[in-house]
């Protein structure tokens, strides 16, 4: 299936700062900075990078959460009028969302029955109350949990338990789309793996859309079919996974690979890593031209001056360098 679910177009998110005096400008934050994709039935969208890069606002921006500033949003074909509330209301059905931390986007004084049927109460008032309670034994079945479970409270449930009522929650409206903000990154490494397999079972059963947030690389590549790289609020790169682990076009990605570990250790031993100077510039005052260039190891004087947009790159990548061919050759070397 090819088609198109969800589809961004330069979407920005910017929050006004307030200053001392009521006379002074302060400007505004670019949290998310001209962002445009598209999630496909059946297929993962990975979504990387530093933290305060607005992988988390664009998340939130996607549900209603925070106010887009501008940009077009299209889901199932149709223009989305982020302006009004309504619009909202109507997506929340298709349009739902997997948090980071699983015990705190649990309400404490719900059960588990009572969580995972909340949504169905609000999103589905034409099911009866038989209708509702099978649905919820049946997702709560198919997330792992067993029915002796379902009159417990959060607290007596472990993370990865909590995450999977945190997806069996999600997903028993049937949606559509399925954003998951880093919903691995609070687990022990061998319940993340369960936790994403979990989930590419259930996309492959239900032919959901996944937008995937993570700061965890091999989980990306593991999980995703194209990866997405943002850097302060700006795309820097996206391509196919295989594509763009094998052969970085962008230094910010190549230094991304560059940190994560690998299990050979005479490889690990080997290979050279990319630190980059500095810390993560401020959105709220960001360096003209390109936003990586002060941390950038390959940054040139016209980096400065030019805003590099986001080009064709390779077979089915896009990249935001204006030296992209040069940083690739040297990737070929990198990483093989």
């Known amino acids: 299936m090819n ?13 006004p700062l307030t200053a001392g005096w009521p006379w002074q400008d302060a400007g505004v934050l670019k949290a998310v900075d001209g962002v445009s994709l598209a999630l496909r039935p059946g297929r993962t969208l990975g979504l990387v990078g530093e933290s305060g890069c607005g992988k988390s606002t664009l998340a939130r921006a996607l549900t209603g959460m925070v106010p887009i500033t501008s940009g077009q949003l299209e889901f199932d074909g149709r223009r989305v009028e982020h302006d009004k509330p309504a619009t909202w209301k109507a997506l929340r059905r298709d349009v739902q969302m997997i948090f980071q931390d699983p015990l705190a986007s649990l309400d404490p004084r719900m059960t588990v029955g009572q969580i995972v049927a909340e949504p ?11 209708q509702r309670n099978e649905r919820v034994h ?30 069996a929650r999600a997903l028993v409206v049937e949606p559509k789309v399925l954003i998951c903000d880093e919903p691995v990154s609070a687990l022990d490494v061998s319940i993340q793996a369960r936790i994403v397999e979990l989930l590419q079972e259930l996309q492959a059963e239900f032919g ?25 609020g700006r795309v820097m790169e ?18 991304l690979l ?18 980059l100077p500095g ?24 980096c400065a001056d030019q805003v590099p947009a986001l080009r064709a790159f ?3 990548g896009r990249v935001a360098c204006l030296h992209a061919e040069a940083v690739a050759d040297q990737s070929v070397a990198a990483v093989s």
């Open 258 to 275: 560059s940190a994560v570990p690998r299990p050979d250790p005479v490889a690990e031993r080997a290979r050279q890593r990319i630190a």
């Open 208 to 232: 959901i859309a996944i937008l995937f947030i993570a700061h965890d690389l091999a989980v990306v590549r593991q999980i995703s079919d194209e990866v997405m790289v943002m850097y302060l």
């Open 3 to 15: 088609e198109t679910l969800l589809r961004l177009d330069d979407l920005k998110v910017h929050f």
């Open 238 to 255: 996206q391509a196919e996974g295989d594509a763009l682990f094998e052969v970085p076009a962008h230094p910010y990605t190549r230094a």
């Open 138 to 167: 049946g997702m709560i079945e198919r997330v792992g949990l067993s029915q002796a479970q379902i009159n417990r409270y959060p607290h007596e449930f472990s993370g990865g338990q909590c995450q999977r009522i945190g997806i």
């Open 279 to 302: 810390e993560l510039p401020s959105p709220a005052n960001p360096p003209s031209g390109c936003v990586f260039r002060t941390r950038c190891p390959w940054a040139q004087a016209d």
């Open 314 to 316: 390779g077979e089915t």
């Open 120 to 130: 169905l109460r609000h999103l589905r008032p034409d099911l009866s109350r038989a």
